[in-house]
């Protein structure tokens, strides 16, 4: 049982901050999940903060709340907002009293006063005009947070309506990241700066997830063929039960670029692995990841009626360059594979999630990552225990619409993107983390 409630000093220090803390705090699963590990959040009160639509409502209900909660609670708040790389708002928290006016002050005028970054620099979530710098979420940082084990209550009571999902590794994972282009072949194709950090994050997650995880940075389009032709005819994939595959680069609808300006065409890189042509993955869940641009359109947004307050979010992604190319017509030729006794479509179990939707571009944080691998992560992180994948890439295309970025050297002051997925699975796809089921 909690003592009475929070001391005095600590309450006005709250309510002095109120403002501030509505505008700039960010409450996420991880935040939540540090007040509920200290007791000072409740399950049913974690759940009716994230059930609020908006950031501004999940702040104002948690400050509601907090001086309710114990003496403890400025305390764990505040380890909390450290925890969650919101250091800045600890800090201002725990500054003595004689310093308020003049942090104040400072507060009014730090937005329009400072220059245009060529880059995300400061890590603080702040209203905007359109004169004012861009800066990042503090929760747009990749969470570090371990994966949550599923249980084997969970194990048992889902196994059966789902995929085989049991080996040990759970199957294999390539990732193939294009960050750097030859600025002879490709010169009109940037550097895609935050790249590096988004296959570190898949490389991570998906090694937590029991996969065994290749990683290939840079490649040319003919560089990517042969790396998903070698791993597709891996022989490990028999004991296998699942792969996943992570094409990050720049893009047109259908395709994607090698660092030489060739595209490699998504349509071949399925046929790779369907049942023809992958006999060792028939059956098993086949997933695919797409960070890149479908098209140069840049989504603007439309004004929600009675909506929300905007909030500041990560840097656009550099818009791809708008040629179509005619990309790779080569044909695979392919010895034949065998007949299965029983008949297969010629493709099948595999679901594929885009970070945009045709024609758009996608987002990514210079310094932090694209968007959506961002929250790809932190699904999967928080999630995988108890969610099929289709549901988590719901999740994500959620967390994406709320988003909202400023494209720095476009006529575009203020961009969205959409996630979306695309899905021939024919049973739930749970991971199972963490849980292997004794035989």
Known sequence: MLECGMLERDRQTLRRRSAVLCKQLVVDEL??????????????MAESIMAEQTSQKRSWRLLLLLPKRGPRAFSSFCQALRETEQQHLCDLLTQSPEKDGKETHIERYTDSSLPHPTQEGVAAKRARTHESMEFSLDADSPINTPVLPCTPEFYHSHCQQSYRMNSSPRGFALVISNVTFDPCAAADLDPRKGGEVDDEVLRKV??????????????TAQGMRSCIENFCRRPEHRTADSC??????????????????QLLQLDWVFEAFDNAHCPLLQNKPKMFFIQACRGDEMDCGVEQIDGPARTCSPSCEQRDAGREGQGDADSRQRGDMGRPRIKLPQRSDMICGYASLKGTAAMRNTKRGSWFIQELNTALRLHARDTHLADILVQVNGRIKEREGYAPGTAHHRCKEMSEFTSSLCKDLYLFPKYQPQY
């Not at 996943?244 to 300006?261: F, K, M, P, Q, R």
């Open 206 to 219: 998906f090694t937590e997830l029991d996969y065994v995880v290749t990683v290939h940075r840079d490649l």
């Open 31 to 44: 935040l939540i999940q540090s007040l509920q590990a200290d007791d000072i959040l409740t399950e049913s």
């Open 244 to 261: 996943a595959v992570c094409l990050l680069s720049h893009g047109v609808e259908g395709a994607v670029y090698g660092t030489d300006g």
